[in-house]
């Protein structure tokens, strides 16, 4: 494989070919230097590497920068390459060999030489380097969690799942379920239930309870629609809408002394509001 490897990323012209040869050997030559303790020929061997005319060699120039470089390693690969280079053989009729190369790599043992990485792990690289450039942007490097990247593509996979469904969530709640209208409070009261719950509050002894409920029977008959629990404007102001609004002046003062000033009223005093809400628990005509 190696030879098939150097025979399509070597040069064409035989001199640049010779000058990547000459330029591997002197970088073995320099890192056997190394080896016996001379620690510049590691830099010169890192700057004939990078300037050979050929195919860089990521691997050894990896371990001549390591700290402490990995020597062995390096020799040991060097030698390899170096014993390729040589044993390069020139044909006569360098188109057909490339084809009969271009067809040894097309058979089906080969093809993952081409194909390159699936889209799974496309993705997955993706959100690894999104993610790492992520914790580079909160300031934490060197982040080692060990988590294999499977486990990061489902996680990825779940958050983009959730922005998806929780828009949606109240149709998924209701999904199935039979429609139930929702009555608003108090819609199916009459108005007269607001007299007779004035009167059991007052029978009970509760005439807070009383008071508020004679209230809310008498602005249901002025306004004519439900406002009691609807409607933005307080009891006086609801009240002035009539015409009478001075006889409800007792009901309207026992109202406020009970809500808000925390004045509970007596019988006597809910008996003059109920006096002053007689004529509304009249029924309309």
Known sequence: MLVLTLATAVPASASQADDYTNAIHRALTLVQFAERGDTPSIGQALQV??????????????????????????????????GALQARVDTPDPERARQQLNNVLSMARYAGLTSGPSIVDRIVDAITNALGRFFRWLG????????????WLGLAALFILGIILWPMRGMLSRGGREAVPRVAPGAARAFTDFF???DRYAAAGDYVAAIRALAGGVTGRISGERVWDRSPLTVRELFQRTKDSESLRPLLRSFEEASYGRRPPDQTTFEQALEAARPYRRPTV
Request: glycine share 6%.
């Open 49 to 82: 590497l990078a300037t050979a005319p050929g195919p860089s060699q990521p691997e050894i120039l990896r371990d001549l920068g390591t700290d402490p470089p990995a020597l062995t390693d390096a020799d040991q690969r060097l030698q390899a390459l170096y």
């Open 140 to 151: 934490v490097t060197n982040l080692h969690l060990g988590i294999p990247p499977l486990v």
């Open 196 to 198: 007779a719950d004035a």
